[in-house]
């Protein structure tokens, strides 16, 4: 599907069907392809089909713990159950992920997002808040990919008439938008839209626009902006294979500290949505010929670092609280590569 292509104009079913050929030729991306296929197929109206694709990956290997993110299609599948009359089957999944307390945002915004559409408002309150509570807790700067749990629960808050706590005046603060978070999730304002008084329809427009560039914002930042990481075996498989690189990678220790410190600039300059992609040299090899190039040229690396992080490769950067190193040592990230410089 184009990227340009009108969401009105698109066929989902046909789409679905492309994403999972695309995921039998490329099974080691086959998590997203997938994931994106079942997410037409909800589009299509057709939600049994998508469970069917959750299902799927759940049932791989291991019983689905050879997933990125075997969380987040649980949460997916959940949301997509209660949709179609599965309600108890739902709960019961939701319940299951809120016991295993998750260390990534999307699953917990999923259920939450799910009880808060059924009307189940205290119920997507405490979700959001133990997901804020599991990720947030002491940790100085919230990652980007948490924004829209605080996000989320700041409006079922507000939706419930529950004073400000600290994390919903965090989330004020990371909210860029002109207009307000109070102002945006004021419960009055579905009451302004059968209004006839010019003043409250124009205000509403304004509401309106600030959110439409907010979503805007994001869709364009559908992935991580990712830095390269090449364990130390494949770097040196690199670097054998292809000597012009080794000017771009002098050590591995040097490569290691340079990605650790370019994320920081990247962070400290005000960039979100920070990521790294691990690569290996047949995939990186693949590439540059899909690309027609020698896999010498030092230029393609950062396009083959944007490619993995399309594809859904990226993990987030800086890794949550008590969460192991991104360089593979098996330590925790505080005490590796995450110690203050």
């Known amino acids: 599907m184009r990227p340009d292509t009108p969401a009105e ?12 050929r695309t995921a039998g030729l490329y099974p080691e991306d086959a998590e997203p392809l997938l994931l994106q296929a079942a997410a037409h197929l909800e589009l299509s109206g057709d939600r049994p ?53 998750p260390r990534d945002a999307a699953p917990w915004v999923i259920v939450a997002e799910a009880l808060e559409s059924h009307d189940e408002l205290e119920a997507a309150e405490a979700a959001f808040t133990e997901g804020a509570r599991v990720l947030l807790t002491d940790v100085p700067e919230p990652p980007y990919a948490t924004h829209a749990l605080l996000f989320g629960r700041h409006r079922v808050r507000r939706m419930l008439g529950a004073a400000h706590d600290e994390w919903d005046a965090l989330a004020d603060t990371l909210h860029s938008s002109p207009v307000s978070l109070d102002e945006l999730h004021d419960p009055k304002r579905v009451w302004s839209l059968g209004s006839d008084n010019p003043a409250e329809l124009e205000a509403e427009i304004s509401r309106l626009r600030a959110e439409l560039g907010t979503y805007r914002e994001a869709l364009s930042r559908p992935f991580p902006v990712a830095v390269l990481h090449w364990p130390a075996a494949e770097l040196t498989e690199l670097v054998s294979a292809y000597p012009s690189l080794s000017a771009e990678y002098t050590s591995h220790e040097e490569h290691l500290a340079t990605i650790e410190a370019s994320l920081r600039e990247l962070a400290a300059s005000g ?71």
């Open 49 to 101: 089909a998508a469970s069917t694709l959750y299902d799927r990956l759940l049932s791989s290997a291991d019983g689905g713990d050879d997933l990125d993110n075997p969380h987040l299609v649980r949460a997916l599948k959940a949301s997509n159950l209660w949709e179609y009359g599965h309600e108890a089957e739902a709960r019961a999944i939701i319940e299951g992920i809120r016991a295993a307390a």
């Open 271 to 341: 960039t979100p949505n920070l990521g790294i992609v691990t690569g290996t040299v047949p995939s990186y090899e693949a590439f540059a010929a899909s690309e027609g190039a020698t896999p010498g040229d030092g230029d393609l690396l950062p396009q083959y670092a944007t490619t993995l992080a399309a594809r859904g490769r990226a993990v987030a950067w800086p890794p949550q609280r008590g969460a192991d190193c991104w360089c593979g040592a098996g330590s925790a990230y505080e005490g590796c590569h995450g110690v203050a410089g």
């Open 9 to 20: 104009n698109v066929d989902h079913t046909a789409e679905a069907a492309r994403l999972e």
